[in-house]
Structure formats: structure tokens, C-alpha cells
């Protein structure tokens, strides 16, 4: 029976180590990887940026006819807004769970107006318009600076 014991542990402290190793593709010491950041700026830094051109569209997400948008929040007299807090902001992004409080519904003729598609629905986030999944809450597709 000792021996079981000796030899049980024996293996156990062998084979952990090996279990809790930096795989070799990882960065040395938990740094990161610097070649793979150089040049790039965040995309809700440059509000300009129009990530429409590199979208990787799910299939199930409707597809968004940007300038009738537009031209419908002109027309409607959409409320104009301000941006919201930096620290928000970076919160809000596409695929992810719209932050809680920070959303407000459309009302009176625009909501009418706004393309409906099934289980989505449009939101203001400060001064962006947001379309998001109404069961789960997530963020499908935003328009930046829509409402300034």
C-alpha cells in the first residue's frame, strides 16, 4: 500500500509541470505580442472608421442599408445626442452583450419608420444607433455618430 502511495505521488509531481507549461506558441513570460499591435489603432478611437469594409456578416444577421437610415433619422427629426463616456464606449461593440442602462428606446414617428426585422430591435446609445438582437441583447450592428 506505501508503495502505491509513493508512486502515485511520484507521478503527480512529474507530470504537473508538464501539465501547467507556456505552450510554445505563447509569448515569453506572459508578454504580449508587440508585432501584432504595432500601427494599429482601436476603431472607436477613430470615429471616422468604417469597419463596414472587413464585416464578417453572420448569416442569420439581417443586413443594414445604411444611408436609407440616415435619411430616415434626418427626415423624423431624430433627437440629436452626445457621445458617450470613453469608458462606455469601448464597452459597446458588435457580437457583444449591449451594457445595461445605456440604451434608449425610438419613439414616436421614427419608430415607426425604422426598418423592422424580426427579432431585432433599434436602440440610441448616446449618438449611435444601435440594432440588437432582441432576445439575447446583442449588439448586431451600430452606426457611429448617427445621431450628431
Known amino acids: 500500500m506505501p508503495h502505491r502511495v509513493i508512486l502515485g ?16 506558441h505563447a509569448p515569453a513570460h506572459g508578454a504580449r505580442d508587440k508585432q501584432h499591435h504595432q500601427g ?10 468604417d469597419d463596414r469594409t472587413e464585416r464578417n456578416y453572420r448569416g442569420d444577421w439581417p443586413r443594414i442599408e445604411e444611408r436609407l437610415l440616415q435619411r430616415l ?3 423624423y427629426g431624430a ?5 458617450l463616456p470613453p469608458g462606455i464606449e469601448r464597452n459597446l461593440a458588435r457580437g457583444k452583450p449591449l451594457p445595461p442602462g445605456i440604451a434608449k428606446r425610438f419613439d414616436g414617428p421614427i419608430a415607426n419608420e425604422l426598418p423592422r426585422y424580426p427579432g ?14 432582441a432576445a439575447t441583447r446583442v449588439v448586431v450592428d451600430i452606426l457611429v455618430d448617427a445621431l450628431r
Open 73 to 75: 433619422l434626418r427626415e
Open 40 to 49: 494599429q489603432t482601436p476603431k472607436r478611437e477613430n470615429r471616422s472608421y
Open 9 to 24: 505521488s511520484l507521478i503527480f509531481c512529474l507530470t504537473t509541470p508538464l501539465a501547467l507549461a507556456q505552450p510554445d
Open 120 to 133: 431585432y430591435e433599434w436602440q440610441r446609445v448616446g449618438s449611435d444607433v444601435v440594432l440588437i438582437d
Open 79 to 83: 433627437p440629436r445626442a452626445e457621445p
